[in-house]
């Protein structure tokens, strides 16, 4: 961003590419948009509420007070008739935006100081790899909240290595967390929605995460 914070990482993981949008703050680098190369995405309004989420289906668009709004079938993966998509345009911040126009166009731009860049993130997942795939874990309450307080320790963890290691210097303050410990905290805020959880806990677990 042009505060100096990181606004988009691009990681590799088994020769496939992750996209991982943050918020333009300095100290919580809230995460606003999940992007993976199995088809699954994701995109939080800023509270940090589920906006948009993708499978190798289709995908959901909902309001700011959980109601679903949209819904569309992919219709590689649809034998029959299917709810096709229209395209979709949302803003994340002043920066950073994602358009949906098919599976396998799923742009994230990114535009600042009168430059631009776009990814797409988009994948084709055939529909004989789609019936391969394993169910989604469900974990129970004791289970999310052990895996929640891990990660905010190792947050913690990394941020008193910083400290160490800029003892006189609040330089530590904008180094960013690791990447696998973002991806670790969107992946724990994805078994939330799938989970038989009230939204309080809901909730809390996702305060420990960005906290």
Same mark, same amino acid.
């Given at each position: 961003?042009?505060?100096?914070? @990181?606004?988009?990482?691009v990681?590799?993981?088994?020769?496939q590419?992750? *996209?991982?949008?943050?918020?333009d703050e300095?100290?919580?680098?809230?995460?606003?948009?999940?992007?993976?190369? !199995?088809?699954?995405s994701?995109?939080?309004?800023?509270n940090?509420?589920?906006?948009?989420?993708?499978?190798?289906?289709g995908?959901?668009?909902?309001?700011?007070?959980?109601?679903? /709004?949209r819904?569309w079938?992919w219709?590689?993966?649809?034998?029959?008739?299917? /709810?096709p998509l229209?395209?979709?345009f949302?803003? @994340?911040?002043?920066h +950073?935006? +994602?358009?949906? @126009?098919?599976?396998?166009? /799923?742009? +994230?731009?990114?535009?600042a100081?009168?430059?631009?860049?776009?990814f797409?993130?988009?994948?084709? +997942?055939?529909?004989?790899?789609?019936?391969?795939l394993?169910?989604?874990t469900?974990?129970?309450?004791?289970?999310?909240?052990l895996?929640?307080?891990r990660?905010?320790?190792l947050?913690?963890?990394?941020?008193?290595?910083? *400290?160490?290691?800029?003892?006189s210097?609040?330089q530590w303050?904008?180094i960013?967390?690791?990447?696998?410990?973002?991806?670790?905290?969107?992946k724990?805020?994805?078994?939330?929605?799938?989970a !038989?959880?009230? !939204?309080?806990?809901?909730?809390?677990?996702?305060?420990?995460v960005?906290?």
């Amino acid at each position: 961003y042009p505060s100096g914070n @990181l606004a988009i990482i691009v990681t590799r993981e088994r020769d496939q590419l992750i *996209c991982i949008v943050q918020e333009d703050e300095l100290r919580t680098a809230r995460i606003r948009a999940l992007f993976q190369p !199995d088809g699954r995405s994701t995109c939080y309004y800023p509270n940090g509420d589920e906006w948009i989420n993708m499978s190798i289906q289709g995908g959901q668009y909902l309001d700011q007070a959980g109601n679903r /709004v949209r819904r569309w079938m992919w219709p590689n993966l649809s034998p029959g008739p299917h /709810v096709p998509l229209s395209p979709i345009f949302i803003s @994340l911040n002043r920066h +950073v935006g +994602v358009r949906i @126009l098919a599976q396998d166009k /799923v742009f +994230v731009s990114f535009l600042a100081m009168g430059r631009q860049a776009k990814f797409n993130m988009g994948t084709k +997942v055939q529909a004989s790899a789609a019936s391969q795939l394993p169910p989604p874990t469900r974990l129970g309450e004791d289970e999310l909240l052990l895996l929640a307080f891990r990660v905010r320790i190792l947050q913690l963890f990394d941020r008193m290595r910083g *400290c160490l290691n800029f003892p006189s210097s609040e330089q530590w303050n904008k180094i960013q967390p690791p990447t696998y410990l973002m991806t670790q905290a969107v992946k724990i805020l994805e078994l939330c929605m799938a989970a !038989d959880i009230s !939204d309080e806990l809901r909730s809390s677990i996702r305060a420990i995460v960005n906290a």
